[in-house]
T-cell receptor, first 112, second 116 residues
Framework: QKEVEQNSGPLSVPEGAIASLNCTYSDRGSQSFFWYRQYSGKSPELIMFIYSNGDKEDGRFTAQLNKASQYVSLLIRDSQPSDSATYLCAVGENTNAGKSTFGDGTTLTVKP | KAGVTQTPRYLIKTRGQQVTLSCSPISGHRSVSWYQQTPGQGLQFLFEYFSETQRNKGNFPGRFSGRQFSNSRSEMNVSTLELGDSALYLC???????????????FGSGTRLTVV
């Protein structure tokens, strides 16, 4: 079993819809959770981080964390074609702040 | 402010050779991590340096090594290159402190290594 698993893609949504990306993790003691966006041919870019249970909103993005279920998600509202990218979920190690474990990513396509 | 700078951007090497990649983190960031990214394996953690000390190490053979200098710049070295080492090598800088909560990475543009 992988340490960080993301819902298999690719995911395709129409422009203006809500895109939902999901991630589960195995280390119950994890404290830091991140979402990165990676455009084709580019390096990953941090778009959201969340540390506490509940929701965190930043513009069109909402990260949701449920530590009891070991589940973290990213919602993208009013999806735009420019949101088309691979989204990587990453979990910071419990005792090693400098190490994150990444999921394999979910590729999102937003169709105009 | 300046981002994370990785050099070179592209490298082509022959099997058996060695290679050194360089990374300059964001000013003030003391943690530098290195990742290997391939289509089949995704992002795999190589190691992390904090204040010139290797704090974390991933599951890579000893051919992969690194170091960090007093100005936080970091290098990674791969000796006796194999075809399977062809990948994008990403450097990530972070404000990560001692333990506990981390703050996420800022990645460099990466070094694309091709071993022939």
């Amino acid at each position: 079993q992988k340490e960080v698993e993301q819902n298999s893609g690719p995911l395709s949504v129409p422009e203006g819809a809500i895109a939902s990306l999901n991630c589960t993790y195995s280390d119950r003691g994890s404290q830091s959770f991140f979402w990165y966006r990676q455009y084709s041919g580019k390096s990953p870019e941090l778009i959201m981080f969340i540390y506490s249970n509940g929701d965190k909103e930043d513009g069109r993005f909402t990260a949701q964390l449920n530590k009891a279920s070991q589940y973290v998600s990213l919602l993208i509202r009013d999806s735009q074609p420019s949101d088309s990218a691979t989204y990587l979920c990453a979990v910071g190690e419990n005792t090693n702040a400098g190490k994150s474990t990444f999921g394999d990513g979910t590729t999102l396509t937003v169709k105009p | 402010k300046a981002g994370v700078t990785q050099t070179p951007r592209y490298l082509i090497k022959t099997r058996g050779q060695q290679v050194t990649l360089s990374c300059s983190p964001i000013s003030g960031h003391r943690s530098v991590s290195w990742y290997q990214q391939t289509p089949g394996q995704g992002l795999q953690f190589l190691f992390e340096y904090f204040s010139e000390t290797q704090r974390n190490k991933g599951n890579f053979p000893g051919r992969f090594s690194g170091r960090q200098f007093s100005n936080s710049r970091s290098e990674m070295n791969v000796s006796t290159l194999e075809l399977g080492d062809s990948a994008l090598y990403l450097c990530a800088s972070s404000l990560a402190s001692g333990t506990g909560v981390s703050y996420g990475y800022t990645f460099g543009s990466g070094t694309r290594l091709t071993v022939v």
